[in-house]
């Protein structure tokens, strides 16, 4: 019977608003603890701290009140007095129901903002929504818009007045004198083209450029609006010209991962920049330097590039040692919307097999070229570590005949895409498909094969392989091709071509905590003849997590692997810093 | 021919002879002439037919008292006339009698004696709606009596009157009223007038009167009452006095109630008035007390304690050119209306208002001839027992204003006419307490004229003689929200009319005096901040004008700063109100110059010093107290952004005095959606959003600092699995630039 009794009490209990006293006459109902800071409670209960703000009459704790509370959605609060105390009834809170616009543009397609139906009315969403209106207005060309939110807190029903102005031209960009310096050499960097429809992004993009180059510690662009055009100022904060850094990352197939380097920008008045990097890992060592050298005309994109690079790689089918070194032509372009860039110049490369299949010392001296096509878009969000859309292509030829001090003709193809697809283009995404896909080639008149490892001419970094992270990953970092029984790891032979595709559905900010999951699936084929793949096809469907935290992105994986139609092993890989 | 002359002659001396036998016979025998018969011959000879004069009976007795002396009697026994032609009236009298002597001793006759005369029992109807009109006699001479009347009436001696009418009903307008009169002299005795009327109206409302007047020698005393109802309006009075050649003297007294509904009840007490001829005109004279019971206050007035009755005194002299006042003759004189000092526990009040006439009634209106005075005065003596007495109430006084103690006074007194007036007002409030105080001189002068409509207007000064005033205690962190967000309000679907133009139209200035600012207690300030005002407020409810801050030394970036000036001008929207101040940093071998332009929502800054030098450099100053040269990637990367946030005035007032008052670690400022956010170092690491407009900061683009020289930098690398792949990467990295 008692505990019948407590039973119902608790159930009575349970169904009591909630009651929260904020002080002894002042007591707010029906709403979670509204998590009142120190000066509004000063402004509703008084201050026995101050003289003159000691009590607060009713009346104007009352306004305090329903102001503060705006900031909690709510704004149906009712007030009563009982025994002296003030009872707040807080109500329930207004979510937004609708948002809609006046005035804007088709192309500003407001139904893209996410996490605005459905949330609380605050101000501060309101402010959220207008800032997000002004930023994407500023991506379609419309430089300095003016936009005015109102909401109604009864329907919860938010409506933008837009004055969006007409889209603007970037005509002209003003840029800080810096000593030492030519002008227009900040000009290379410019992810936009004068005299083009203007678009914030590509700003910022640029700055970020600048800034990752080691040029300066801050860039940044203030634009100005004039009728149908734009001009921008760039400002920069000017640093020491030496920058040392010292970096880490992780993840299962290099384990840890460290990179050190040293960089010396702004050499020269055409800001030249010298690098040095050192870079580490369980299975990769590497010493590099390049130079850029823009001895041309100071705005001009085109730089030697001379390039050398010790590297040491141990992976599980071989263990090689190479000196590279290159000089290449460097020139880059850019529209509104794409960058394109390309490296061309004869490379030597010195290679030591020290493990696997190969000559024990080869050399190759290649006409290389590299070209690379990126997306601002691609470029803007992965470096603001939030990939999303855009998209990224390269495509390298390495040219090296016997007859110019090379081992082996061999030539070597190899082209890289990688598209990513915001779904309706949401933002924040709330589903990103990623979309990877490679085919490399070695045309030689090689043919490693096991039955004569030994003849093999080529080097094993000549040959393909797949499974890792970058490829398949149900499969272990250069797992594929399958080696028969009683292959050894010396005796580990890549393919002569490969081809594969990843792709990856991305759930973002949906759950709590930025917790990010996916589903992947990947398929790949291999060939041991130029250009030719074969079967068996390789193939793995997964799953993972990805985790923006404070700190950078975590990432990890579980995928089971394929060949065939013959399940292999599950593979698990988890990453810092590694993005699809 | 002669001979017919002479026949001629004969017959005019016969026929003179027989008129003067014939006049002497009715001399001698009057009732020849005047007899029943002849009356009533007459009546029909000389009378209309459409006016019938009707009659029961009749007795005409004429006699001879002596030859040239004789006495007529009349009497009728129900004695009527009628208008059968208009029906505008009709008269009965029960019986009518009527006595004169006549005396034919002279060329004209005169009557000697006239009296008894009684008319009693008479029943009178009368319609002026169906009087003809008669053409008007000219000015002046309406009532004037014929000259042929004055001579036959002259010297008459009256004897007994009676006229007794019980039923006397007047219909004018549409509107009836009853009545009786009664008017009676006896010989040797004054004469004596008793008369009653009453009257209905349409509505139910109804009037009544009766007056009586006796004769005293060269006077006349009378004795009114009159009472009128209409519905819950009632009126009564009493007056009495006399009257004479000498003049009027009367006194009254009487009450009205709910006449109108903000007055319940108005007593008059011994109204005296005299009216004394003079030899071009006559002087009026009034002295009139009055209590006026005013209406139950609202329970939220209540508390007030305005008291119910209000006393006054109305009092005048007025000359007249003539006895009556005519609206097209100038009138000369006062009239005051004193108000009796109202006293309770929370204010006291009183004053007069004043009415100078020099002119004629008629253009009273016009705002000619009639000049108002008023002197009005409101004292709230001691300001803390409003407050004791309106606490938890709906009218309770806010902080910080409640704890103010001393007292405030209201005064109107200024001229005015009928047509426009001009009221000047003025408010003097002398409040303090322990930290504030609240010295006010107000102005204001309320206008109205009535030219093309009732129009008006307040042109008000308020001077801040001496104010400071305490704000609540802040903490160093975004100010809470004060005032609702006008972004949001409730949609109503039909839409407000649209008011009509008001013809109340006011213009409030508010302005500190020169050498007293107003001064601003804040804990996040070492000093009262001195503020001058010079703002308007006019019709629109819109608010403009300078707020100046004016030069004091102050704290800022941890640093001994001055400022110079700092000017807030108001204008609509508020969000465009413009800033301009200067503020000076003296440090080491130059000043720091921070210079504030723009407006409340986007006030820029430039940094500039004397002698120049480089803004980073500057900034870098503020915000750390050391070179550029000297900071790490991460504060030099805070010294970038904030010269943008700067630049586009991405930081509300309240945010850069924040940001300038807390001792920043970083500042992360992205210029697309001009947000920042600022690390402060008060424990804990807060962070503060320091957007004017609120917005989280979203992301941090390239380089995410974690302290001075760590950072996460992400970008998009070549692959190291996959040489030709771009893929995106972060590294956790120590950052050191030399």
Request: overall charge neutral; proline content about 7%.
């Amino acid at each position: 019977m008692a505990g019948l009794f407590y039973c119902a009490f608790a159930v009575a209990r349970e169904s009591e608003p909630p009651r929260t006293v904020l002080c002894p006459g002042l007591i707010v109902v029906g709403a979670v603890d509204p998590g009142m800071s120190d000066v509004e409670k000063r402004l509703v209960c008084g201050d026995s701290k101050s003289n003159s703000w000691r009590e607060i009459p009713k009346n104007q704790a009352r306004f305090n009140l329903s102001a503060f509370l705006q900031d909690r959605a709510l704004y149906h609060v009712r007030f009563r007095t009982q025994k002296e105390r003030l009872i707040v009834e807080a109500g329930d809170p207004t979510y937004v129901t609708s948002l809609t616009s006046e005035g804007a543009p088709p192309e500003l397609e407001l139904y893209r903002q996410r996490k605005v139906v459905g949330q609380k009315l605050t101000p501060a969403l309101l402010d959220t929504v207008e800032q997000w209106t002004k930023k994407r207005l500023g991506t379609l060309g419309y430089a300095c818009p003016r936009v005015k939110s109102r909401a109604d807190p009864d329907t919860g029903e938010i409506h933008l007045v837009i004055e969006s102005g007409p889209q603007q031209i970037l005509m002209e960009i003003f840029a800080d004198e810096t000593p030492g310096i030519n002008p227009g050499v900040l000009r290379r960097y410019d992810a936009f083209r004068l005299g083009r429809l203007y678009n914030g992004d590509n700003l910022v993009t640029t700055s970020n450029r600048v800034v990752s180059q080691g040029l300066f510690d801050s860039s940044f662009f203030l634009p100005s609006c004039r009728g149908n055009s734009v001009s921008a100022s760039q400002q920069i904060v000017a640093s020491p010209p030496r920058l040392l850094s010292l970096g880490a990352g992780l993840n299962t197939e290099e384990l840890l991962v460290g990179r050190a380097r040293w960089t010396e920008s702004r050499i020269g008045q055409n800001a030249s920049d010298l690098s040095v990097q050192l870079y580490g890992s369980f299975r990769s060592q590497q010493i590099s330097s390049y130079l850029d050298a823009y001895v041309f005309a100071p705005g001009s994109r085109q730089a030697l590039r001379p390039y050398v690079s010790i590297d040491h790689e141990n992976w599980d089918a071989y263990e090689t040692g190479t000196f590279s070194t290159q000089l290449g032509h460097e020139t880059s372009w850019d529209n509104e919307d794409l960058g394109f860039k390309v490296i061309t110049g004869p490379q030597l490369d010195v290679i030591r097999t020290y493990r696997g299949v190969g000559p024990v010392s080869s050399h190759f001296l290649s006409m290389l070229s590299s070209w690379t096509i990126m997306s601002h878009g691609f470029e803007f969000y992965g470096d603001r570590g939030a990939p999303r859309t855009g998209y990224s292509a390269t495509a390298k030829i390495a040219l090296a005949n016997r007859s110019a001090y090379s081992s082996v003709s061999v030539q070597r193809l190899s082209l890289r895409w990688e598209n990513l697809l915001n779904y309706r283009n949401y933002d924040p995404p709330l589903l990103v498909f990623g979309l990877r896909a490679g085919y490399d080639t070695t045309i030689t008149g090689e043919r490693p094969n096991f039955s004569n490892i030994y003849g093999v001419q080529l080097p094993p970094t000549y040959l393909h392989f797949l499974g890792g992270s970058q490829d398949l990953r149900g499969f272990g970092v250069q797992e594929l091709p399958i080696q028969p029984p009683g292959t050894t790891a010396q005796n580990q032979i890549g393919s002569l071509s490969d081809a594969f595709v990843s792709m990856e559905a991305r759930l973002v900010e949906v759950l709590p905590l930025g917790l990010e999951p996916f589903l992947l699936a990947d398929v790949g084929v291999l060939g041991s003849s130029p250009w030719n793949v074969a079967a068996p096809v390789y193939w793995d469907p997964g799953f993972g997590l990805r985790l923006q935290s404070p700190i950078g992105v975590f990432r990890t994986t579980l995928a089971h692997g394929f060949i065939g139609a013959t399940p292999d092993h599950l593979q698990f890989f988890f990453s810092f810093g590694q993005e699809f | 021919m002669k001979l017919f002359f002479k026949c001629l002659g004969w017959v005019g001396v016969s026929s003179v002879g027989l008129a003067v036998g014939g006049a002497l016979l009715v001399l001698q025998f009057p009732q020849l002439l005047v007899n029943d018969r002849s009356f009533s011959l007459a009546i029909k000879k000389f009378v209309p037919s459409s006016y019938p004069i009707t009659w029961s009976r009749e007795r005409i007795d004429v006699r001879s008292m002596s030859f040239l002396k004789k006495e007529f009697s009349f009497r009728f026994d129900r004695f009527c006339v009628l208008d059968q032609a208009d029906q505008a009236f009709s008269a009965c009298f029960d019986r009518v009698s009527l006595r004169f002597v006549v005396d034919f001793s002279r060329l004209i006759p005169r009557l000697s004696v006239i009296g008894p005369i009684e008319i009693t029992g008479g029943d009178i109807a009368l319609n002026l709606d169906r009087l003809p009109s008669r053409p008007s006699a000219g000015p002046g001479k309406a009532f004037e009596m014929p000259r042929l009347a004055k001579t036959v009436l002259a010297g008459a001696r009256i004897e007994e009157i009676l006229l007794d009418l019980p039923r006397l009903r007047v219909q004018a307008g549409g509107k009836t009223a009853e009545g009786g009169l009664r008017i009676e002299k006896q010989p040797l005795k004054p004469w004596g007038l008793d008369g009653s009327a009453s009257a209905q109206f349409e509505e139910g409302a109804r009037a009544d009167l009766t007056a009586h007047f006796i004769q005293e020698g060269s006077r006349a005393s009378f004795q009114l009452d009159a009472n009128y109802r209409q519905g819950a309006k009632k009126i009564a009075a009493h007056a009495n006095g006399s009257v004479g050649r000498a003049g009027l003297q009367a006194r009254f007294s009487g009450w009205a109630s709910k006449l109108d509904p903000q007055l319940t009840r108005v007593d008059v007490n011994d109204c005296a008035l005299s009216v004394k001829p003079v030899e071009n005109g006559a002087d009026y004279r009034l002295h009139c007390p009055m209590r006026a019971s005013l209406p139950l206050p609202p329970p939220s007035l209540k508390v007030f304690g305005i008291p119910r009755q209000l006393g006054l005194v109305v009092s005048g002299e007025i000359h007249s050119p003539s006895l009556l006042p005519s609206m097209d003759r100038p009138l000369d004189g006062n009239l005051l209306v004193s108000i009796d000092p109202i006293i309770s526990s929370l204010f006291t009040g009183g004053g007069h208002l004043g009415l100078r006439l020099n002119g004629k009634p008629a253009e009273f209106s016009k705002g000619k001839g009639a000049e108002a005075e008023t002197d009005l005065f409101l004292k709230i003596p001691r300001f803390e027992r409003i407050v004791t007495r309106l606490r938890g109430t709906s009218w309770d006084i806010p902080a910080p204003l409640r704890v103010l103690k001393g007292s405030f006074e209201v005064q109107a007194k200024g001229k005015t006419d009928l047509r426009q007036g001009v009221f000047p007002a003025r408010l003097d409030t002398k409040l303090s307490s322990r930290s504030q105080a609240l010295k006010i001189d107000a102005s204001s002068v309320f206008e109205f004229h009535r030219a093309g409509g009732f129009n008006s207007g307040l042109d008000a000064e308020i001077t801040l003689s001496d104010v400071q005033v305490e704000l609540p205690r802040l903490d160093l962190a975004v100010p809470p929200r004060l005032m609702p967000d006008e972004r949001i309000q409730a949609h109503h679907p039909v839409e407000a009319k649209k008011a009509e133009p008001s013809s109340f139209v006011y213009q409030v200035k508010i302005k500190t005096q020169e050498g007293h600012p107003l001064r601003v207690v804040s804990n996040l300030a070492k000093a009262p901040v001195p503020i001058d005002l010079d703002l308007t407020l006019d019709r629109t409810g819109n608010l403009s004008g300078p707020i100046r801050i004016e030069r004091f030394p102050v704290v800022l970036f941890r640093q001994k700063a001055t400022i110079d000036h700092f000017v807030l001008t108001l204008k609509e929207p508020r969000d465009a109100s413009d800033v301009d101040g200067l503020i000076k940093i003296p440090h080491g071998d130059y000043t720091i110059l921070i210079d504030v332009v723009g407006t409340i929502s986007e006030p820029r800054v430039r940094v500039e010093s004397e002698p120049p030098v480089p803004t980073n450099q500057l900034v870098s100053v503020l915000l750390y107290g050391d070179q550029q040269e000297n900071l790490d990637s991460n504060q030099r990367a805070s010294v970038g952004n904030t010269e943008a946030a700067f630049s586009q005035g991405a930081m509300g007032l309240a945010s850069l005095y924040l940001f300038a008052s807390t001792p920043v670690q970083s500042l992360l400022y992205d210029p697309t959606t001009r947000s920042v956010t600022a690390r402060i170092s008060l424990g804990g690491g807060t962070t503060l959003n320091l957007s004017g407009n609120g917005s989280q900061f979203q992301s941090v683009g390239l380089r995410k600092r974690l302290g001075p020289s760590w950072a996460v930098t992400t970008s998009v690398d070549q692959s190291k699995e996959n040489p030709g792949a771009q893929i995106v990467t972060a590294f956790l990295e120590w950052i050191h630039r030399y």
